[in-house]
């Protein structure tokens, strides 16, 4: 693996790859201001020990060449070698542990410097797998004492640091797909005295990941607490601060664990804070109660045309069959049972195994599952049937129909940049909904006839939604309202003209669907906020070696005020005709 770090020749960065080397094979180019060249190779070679014993005669000879350096200047210059000497000995450390660590020089607040550092690690490794974004600066004063520069300096190392970056990496098309971690700090998220400038641009971060993460990028933070003597909090002041405020100085060795556990598994959250009680109690951090809620939930899903009679509308080759929209709502219904009331819902990797069919006379059955996961903040969700013969006798049992992970929603989806371009631009021509318009082996109508205003633009595909009477009067509102609307786009996302045919597709795969209400699951006000809701999908895209299939990245559902109902990250939905 590949990793370009800022910062990562020094402090808290340079400990947790250093840990890293330990455990798999890694490269890293480290990225620092510090020039090695400016420091005499015999301050470069002394242990920290006798590096800080040499500090006095250090002062002493410069003060004796009289060449008109302040005092102020050599401790600048000194602290200048203090950090060469940290990045020569780290990069000694690291390599006798069968690592590899270079250390290229570029001030990152530099977008020339950063695009030519990012171009040489590519030349010399071919690829990058991870950007480790570790670099920062803080100067705690409060903030009417610090000059415009400190501020800038201090700000512009962390973001427009990682713009530089993130423009380096989409220069060579590389920004997708490059995993990015970030350092940011857990005193920042609560405010710490005389580090706003520094806790804004932390916090900044934390936002930043989450918002790529929720576009699917494979992008996490972590905010630290204050390491015990390591980078920033190495000198006697934050050891001293933390013991007057009952802190927890994190040692050494935790923090790499910390960070390779992280590293070895997938957060639940793209943004991590770190606390222990000592915080929580010292900030006045609010902790939910710990949850009541059950650990696991069977539900039943409902398959008879009597009491399901909205199935007879929804036909695949000429049987009754749930629709997979359906399937997932009915799964978001019985997960938010153990994830508490929460306004939205993030769906991640569903798969839409088995059609769930309704054969006339027969007792189908069926059920969702949902598991709390042990230790994580998610809940996992099957829907599993039984096939019945009409004797009543049941022939296969536990037939998995549908499967997906379950996480709560804090807020809600923004829409992404490719279906805002996408719904102001001119529509090229109007279609009919060639599932309600027939013929194919999908035939919908009723509850199902919701679809208006298909326009196919150039990059994409929008539309009106259209709640029926039916479906506001029905005694499953609530549960079939959103699950409508988001078959609906589904649908929408994939009616693509190709010459004078539209070919019909059902759902596969859907790596991420975020479903917002506000205010819980289900209920009548969510059903009046989807009427009238703007349907926008981007151009299905082919995949390749499954010519039967399609990729659509982005399809998003926007309410009346603008606000995002739905959006889904990459659909796959294939077709068989
Ligand atoms: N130490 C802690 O307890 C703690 C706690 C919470 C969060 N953190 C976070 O952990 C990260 C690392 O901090 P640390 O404590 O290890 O600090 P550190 O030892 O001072 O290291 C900071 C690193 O960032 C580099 N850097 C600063 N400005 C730069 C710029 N403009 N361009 C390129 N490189 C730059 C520095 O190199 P040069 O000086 O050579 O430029 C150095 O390698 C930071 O993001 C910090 O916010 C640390």
Redesign the pocket.
């Known amino acids: 693996m590949v990793i370009l770090a800022?910062?990562?020749?020094?402090?808290?960065?340079?400990?947790i790859l250093e840990d890293l080397a330990g455990r798999c094979r890694v490269k890293v180019v480290?990225?620092?201001?510090?020039a090695l060249e400016r420091t005499p190779p015999e301050l470069l070679e002394m242990d920290a020990d006798s590096l800080a014993a040499h500090e006095a005669a250090f002062y002493r000879n410069a003060l004796a060449r009289k060449d008109g350096s302040t005092i102020k200047d050599l401790k600048r210059q000194f602290q200048g070698h203090v950090?060469?000497n940290?990045?020569v000995q780290n990069v000694k450390r690291f390599r006798s542990l069968g690592g590899q660590l270079d250390y290229l020089?570029?001030?990152?607040?530099d977008g020339t410097e950063v695009d030519r550092a990012v171009g040489a690690v590519l030349e010399r490794h071919g690829r990058i797998d991870l950007v480790v974004?570790?670099?920062?600066?803080?100067i705690s004063r409060a903030m009417t004492g610090k000059t415009v520069a400190e501020f800038d300096?201090v700000v512009?190392?962390?973001l427009a640091?990682l713009r530089h970056l993130y423009q380096a990496l989409a220069r060579r098309g590389l920004a997708a797909t490059v995993g990015v971690h970030?350092?940011?700090?857990?005193?920042?998220f609560w405010g710490n005295d005389g580090q706003p400038d520094?806790g804004a641009a932390?916090e900044a971060l934390n936002r930043l990941a989450e918002a790529m993460a929720a576009a699917g990028r494979p992008w996490s933070s972590l905010?630290?607490?204050?390491?015990a003597g390591?980078?920033?909090?190495?000198g006697s002041e934050?050891a001293a601060l933390a013991e007057q405020r009952n802190l927890y100085?994190?040692p050494r060795q935790e923090g790499q664990e910390l960070f390779a556990a992280l590293m070895g598994g997938t957060p639940a959250h793209a943004a991590n804070i770190l606390a222990t009680p000592r915080e929580i109690a010292y900030y006045r951090v609010p902790v939910l109660e710990e949850s009541r809620a059950p650990r696991a939930r069977i539900a039943p899903i409902e398959l008879s045309l009597e009491r399901a009679g909205y199935l007879k509308q929804h036909l695949v080759a000429g049987f009754p069959t749930m629709p997979g929209a359906v399937e997932l709502m009915h799964a978001t219904h019985t997960a938010s049972a153990l994830l508490g009331d929460s306004p939205g819902m993030e769906v991640r990797d569903a798969q839409f195994l088995s059609f769930l069919k309704s054969h006339p006379g027969r007792d189908g059955r069926a059920r969702v599952i949902a598991k709390a996961e042990a230790g994580g903040q998610g809940v996992r969700v099957a829907i599993e049937s039984d096939f019945v013969h009409p004797s009543g006798r049941v022939l296969r049992t536990d037939m998995r129909n549908f499967e997906a992970r379950m996480l709560p929603l804090v807020r809600p989806d923004a829409l992404p940049d490719e279906a805002d371009e996408l719904s102001r631009s001119r529509p090229g021509f109007f279609v009919l909904d060639p599932y309600v318009h027939g013929p194919g082996h999908v035939a919908l109508s009723g509850v199902f006839d919701c679809l208006r205003n298909i326009a196919i633009h150039e990059l994409g595909q929008t539309a009106t939604f259209e709640l029926s009477p039916e479906l506001r009067s029905s005694p499953q509102a609530a549960l079939l309202g959103p699950a409508i609307l988001l078959d609906a786009l589904w649908r929408l996302a994939v009616i693509r003209p190709q010459g004078s045919r539209i070919p019909l597709y059902v759902p596969v795969r859907s790596h991420r669907v975020a479903l917002w209400t506000g205010h819980g699951a289900g209920g009548t006000e969510t059903l009046h906020r989807l009427a009238g809701a703007r349907l926008i999908a981007t151009r299905p895209e082919p995949v390749a070696g499954s010519p039967a299939s399609v990729l659509i990245r982005h399809a998003v559902a926007v309410d009346a005020q603008g606000s995002v109902l739905v959006a889904n990250i990459d659909i796959l939905a294939t077709t068989n005709s």
């Open positions: 800022t910062g990562g020749a020094r402090g808290v960065t340079a400990a480290a990225l620092g201001r510090t950090a060469a940290e990045i020089a570029a001030d990152l607040a974004h570790g670099a920062g600066t803080q300096s512009a190392t962390k640091g970030i350092l940011t700090s857990a005193f920042s520094y932390n905010a630290w607490l204050g390491w390591v980078g920033m909090t190495r934050y100085p994190l």
